[in-house]
C-alpha cells in the first residue's frame, strides 16, 4: 500500500475489529500509529501486532465521547510524533431495538459514541491536520448511514449524522482552501465483535440478533475492511462503499428514493430473529 510510509494516523476503537485490522494494515504500508480504545486488553494486542511490524505506535486509553481528554489527547499526540496526518474515527456501538420502546438514554448512548465521538476526534485533530500541510479525516459511518431500517433508529440517526457532518466536512476544506482530505466509510456487515458487544432493547433477545447478524449477515472479514478503506483513502474517494451488500443496497436506494422503505418494512420482519 503506497502513501502511507512516514504518515502519522490515530485510529479510535483500535483494540477489535475494524479498527483493529486497520491499525494493523496502515502499520504494513509504514504509517506510525497512535491506537485507543476504552477496551485496554484488545488494545494492548493491537499494539503487540503493530509494534511487531517495526513502526512507532502510542497506544491509550481513551474513551471518544470524554471531549476534554480526547482534546488533551491530540494535543499529546501531536507533541509525541511532532505531526498528524490522519485521524480514523472508527470507534462504535451498536443498539438494537424499535424506537416506541426504546429509552431516551439508549438513543442518547448510541448518538454519544457513534456521532459525538467522531464530532470530538473530528474537531479535536482538524488544527492539527490543517498544520501538517496533508490531512486526511477518515469518519466511519455505516451502510445504515445510507438507508435505514426497523429496530436501528438511534443508529441510523447516528449513522446518517456522521454522513451528513463528514460530507459537509469535506466541502468546508476545498472552500477554505485547507489541505486536509475527507472521507466516510460505509461499512457493510463485517466479521467483527459489534453485535457480541452490542446491546438491545428490553425483550429482545441479544444472543439471537448476534448470531444472526454473524452467520446471515456479516460477510467481509475486518482484514478486507481496512484494505478497501486505505484504498479509498489513497485514491483521496469522499464515500467508500464495503462489501457486495453495501454496493447492491446503496444502489436499490438510489434506484427507488424513499421506496425502498416499503420494500424493508414488509421484508425484513420477516427475516430477523424475534
Ligand atoms: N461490523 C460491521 O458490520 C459494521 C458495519 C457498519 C459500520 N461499522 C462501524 O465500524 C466501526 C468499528 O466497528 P467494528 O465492527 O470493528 O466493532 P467492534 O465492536 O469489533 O470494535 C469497536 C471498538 O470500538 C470500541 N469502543 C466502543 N465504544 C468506545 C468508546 N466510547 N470510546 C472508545 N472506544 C470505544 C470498542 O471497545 C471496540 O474495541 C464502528 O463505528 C461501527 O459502527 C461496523
Partial sequence: MQGFAGKVAVVTGAGSGIGQALAVELARAGAQLAISDVDTEGLAETERRVAALGVRVK??????TER?????YADEVKEHFGKVNQIYNNAGIAYSGDIEITPFKDIERVMDVDFWGVVNGTKAFLPHLI??????VINVSSLFGLLSVP????????????RGFTEALRQEMVVAGHPVKVTTVHPGGIK?????????????DAAALAEFFDRRLASTTAEEAARVILAGVRKNRARVLIGNDARALDLLVRITGSG???LFSRAIPRLRPR
Fill in 59 to 64: 497506544a491509550d486509553r481513551l474513551d471518544v
Fill in 68 to 72: 476534554e481528554a480526547f482534546l488533551i
Fill in 131 to 136: 498544520a501538517s500541510g496533508d490531512g486526511h
Fill in 151 to 162: 429496530a436501528q433508529g438511534a443508529y441510523n440517526a447516528a449513522k446518517f449524522a456522521v
Fill in 192 to 204: 467483527t465483535a459489534i453485535a457480541r458487544n452490542a446491546t438491545v432493547a428490553e425483550g429482545l
Fill in 260 to 262: 425502498y422503505q416499503w
